[in-house]
């Protein structure tokens, strides 16, 4: 089945989806606005460790300072289908959630955020994009890694390689992000294997200049594309 990379009528950007990391919040803030400014079609805010009103208040300036500079691009919230429900319902420029295996299923999601929210989920093994397949109807995207081994998160899967990307993108409905200590030096191999986008923690984090990081990114994807 062809995959689209449409979400309510709107074409996702997903070539450098840059993820955000802990730290001091202006920080997040401002490399996030910064990241946006260089071109980033979607940025996740994921701060672990983070209370749900910490969450809450970080998203709400995240997707001002990301709106202020950049009203495309789309700000989702990690795991939290509560805090994105609230922050939506409020009129913030929030625009989804992306849930991982032991979140909310998809179409209970689905179903609490509207037909207009962005959902991705977090798979990585063709069994889990198989299950995904089953609710591509409730689902924008996929994440999957991981890529290599990353410190900031331990999926307990073993690192795909750019080998085992083909098979994935070749068995998802839906388009494939794939994460997991992506640098942009990655960026045209992963292009080259079919993936829709890659998406980024640490090398946009700890860039000096995120915005020439982000556009270097997708100037490395868009040559590497197939």
């Known amino acids: 089945m062809p995959r689209s990379t449409e979400s309510a009528g709107t074409a996702l950007d ?10 001091d919040p202006q920080q997040v803030v401002e490399i996030a606005r910064a990241a946006a400014s260089g071109g980033a079609g979607m940025i996740q805010v994921r701060s672990k460790p983070i209370s749900a009103r910490a969450l809450y208040e970080l ?3 995240v997707a001002a300072e990301v709106h202020a500079v950049s009203p495309e691009t ?3 919230i990690d795991d939290r ?14 625009h989804g959630v992306h849930i991982g295996q032991d979140d909310l299923p998809v179409r209970t999601a689905r179903e609490l955020l509207g037909p207009e929210a962005i959902i991705g989920l977090t798979t990585g ?5 198989r299950a995904a397949n089953e609710v ?7 994440g999957c890694g991981p890529f290599r081994d990353t410190p900031t998160k ?14 994935i993108v070749a068995e998802s409905h839906v388009p494939v992000v794939a994460i997991g200590d992506v640098t942009r030096e990655d960026a045209a191999d992963l292009a080259g294997t ?4 890659v998406a980024i923690v640490r090398g946009i984090m700890h860039a000096e200049d995120p915005e020439a990081y982000v556009r270097g990114v997708i100037e490395g994807f868009e040559a590497g594309r197939i």
């Open 14 to 23: 997903l070539r450098c989806y840059f993820v955000t990391g802990s730290g």
């Open 59 to 61: 998203t709400a300036r």
């Open 74 to 76: 789309k700000v989702l």
């Open 81 to 94: 289908v509560d805090v994105a429900l609230a922050l939506m319902h409020e009129g913030h420029p929030v």
């Open 125 to 129: 093994t063709l069994e889990l994009v």
């Open 136 to 142: 591509a109807d409730a689902l924008d995207y996929v």
């Open 154 to 167: 331990d999926s307990g899967r073993a690192p795909l390689g750019l080998e085992g990307f083909g098979p």
């Open 194 to 197: 079919g993936v829709d986008g």
